[in-house]
């Protein structure tokens, strides 16, 4: 176990900011899977925004890879434009 105070207050740290990275992880994960299986054109248009944000802010807060969100961002756009 942690022998100084730092270490002590480290650890909480950590655990706090895994829990809030989890979170908003499956939020976004489950936005894209939404996004993903929307069907409806209008739906899609106002929903994408949305992710894309959320993606973003995953990337800047380095819970996920620039690259990542920049491809899920990619595939979406297509699937969005798609839709008839």
Do not use: C
């Given at each position: 176990?942690?022998?100084?105070?730092?270490?002590?207050?480290?650890i909480r740290q950590t655990e706090t900011r895994r829990?809030?990275?989890?979170?908003?992880?499956?939020?976004?994960?489950?936005?894209?899977?939404?996004?993903?299986?929307?069907?409806?054109?209008?739906?899609?248009?106002?929903?994408?925004?949305?992710?894309?944000?959320?993606?973003?802010?995953?990337?800047?807060?380095?819970?996920?890879?620039?690259?990542?969100?920049?491809?899920?961002?990619?595939?979406?756009?297509?699937?969005?434009?798609?839709?008839?």
């Amino acid at each position: 176990m942690a022998n100084h105070k730092s270490a002590i207050k480290r650890i909480r740290q950590t655990e706090t900011r895994r829990l809030e990275n989890r979170y908003y992880a499956r939020t976004t994960r489950n936005a894209v899977k939404k996004l993903r299986t929307t069907t409806d054109k209008e739906a899609a248009v106002a929903l994408y925004p949305s992710v894309s944000s959320m993606l973003d802010r995953l990337a800047k807060k380095n819970v996920i890879h620039k690259n990542k969100a920049s491809n899920l961002k990619s595939k979406l756009s297509q699937h969005v434009n798609s839709l008839a």
